[in-house]
């Protein structure tokens, strides 16, 4: 189930990238990828949906565009009408909101509009970046996706606000499954009592529920299998880090219960910083780079739903 999205008639794939906090590099990784797949021939449009701090622009090297997601929401220009010419073939992008546009002010009916002018975008792929935290629009921009991706980098606090991001997606997404289909009451009355029913995580949870009836057992089976999470672990600064994404993806088993995917690792490079420093795109500036072969390995994995699985001694494959 995707919330208030039909997809019939879907002409592209919507990836949404999020993250527990700020500093991971998501926006990097979001323009990286979509640079990297734009070279290949795929047809890719960029969707800046940090309403708080939109800078997606600055990492694909243009300057800020005078239209942005401020103009759709408050003046009602069709999304691809927004769609700017990022210098990069097939490449464009949809700037965030540069004035004060903030994503709690964004109300029900624009979010179900927004999301339609999503899919009604002529392309291959929609990147979205999306603004770091679990606030509930971006959680169900997050959901809106057909590929989940969320980048952590190697810091305790990272991978703690990684995994409340996760949680808190999985349980929005389980709690509006159940709404839709007039289940709301059992779902709060059997999250009201958890701790008198042995609930002590959302995988316990999703146990207890799928015993309440057949019925509820089929929804969840049916409508929670597309809950479709990639990894991807950023700014690795030694061997150890890569370990991180089999850890998040170990925990996503044991207390969710659903299986994500590792997709890829980068490691840190200081020429990244500098290239956002000077507004230039570091997969046109360094296309040889070991990054640029990461965020390339990460791409194809992503687009062909691959993972890459760790050795013990920390090589990938």
């Keep these: 189930m995707k919330d208030n999205v039909t997809h019939k008639n879907k002409k592209c794939e919507v990836w949404a990238v999020g993250s527990g906090k700020g500093g991971t590099g998501k926006s990097f990784i979001t323009s990286s990828i979509g640079i990297h797949l734009a070279s290949k021939g795929k047809k890719i449009v960029l969707v800046d949906a940090d309403f708080g701090a939109a800078n997606l622009h600055t990492f694909v090297g243009v300057g800020k565009p005078q239209n942005s997601l401020t103009d759709f929401f408050e003046k009602k220009t069709p999304l691809k009408d927004l769609v700017v010419n990022c210098g990069v073939s097939d490449l464009g992008l949809v700037a965030g909101s540069m004035r004060s546009f903030e994503a709690e002010n964004i109300k029900s009916q624009q979010k179900v509009k927004f999301f339609k002018h999503i899919n009604q975008i002529e392309t291959d792929i929609i990147l979205i970046d999306l603004g770091a935290g ?156 070991p990054v640029a072969r990461a965020i390339g390995k990460l791409s194809e994995n992503l687009l062909e739903g691959k993972e890459i699985i760790i050795g013990k001694n920390g090589s990938a494959y």
């Design 134 to 289: 679990s606030h509930f629009n971006t959680m169900d921009t997050f959901l809106l996706a057909d590929k989940m991706i969320v980048v952590v980098a190697p810091e305790l606090t990272a991978i703690e606000n990684l995994y409340q991001f996760i949680k808190s997606a999985f349980f929005r997404k389980l709690r509006l499954v159940l709404d839709a289909h007039g289940l709301k009451t059992t779902f709060q009355e059997t999250w009201k009592d958890r701790e008198a029913r042995g609930i002590k995580s959302l995988k316990d949870l999703i146990e207890y529920l799928i015993c309440v009836s057949p019925q509820v057992r089929d929804i969840i089976s049916r409508e929670m299998s597309d809950f479709n999470l990639h990894i991807v672990v950023n700014q690795m600064r030694n061997g150890q880090d890569v370990f991180i994404g089999s850890s998040v993806k170990s925990i996503c088993m044991k207390f969710l219960g659903f299986n994500a995917r590792y997709s890829g690792s980068v490691e840190y490079d200081e020429s990244v910083t500098r290239c956002i420093n000077r507004k230039q795109p570091f997969m046109v500036t360094y296309p040889s780079s």
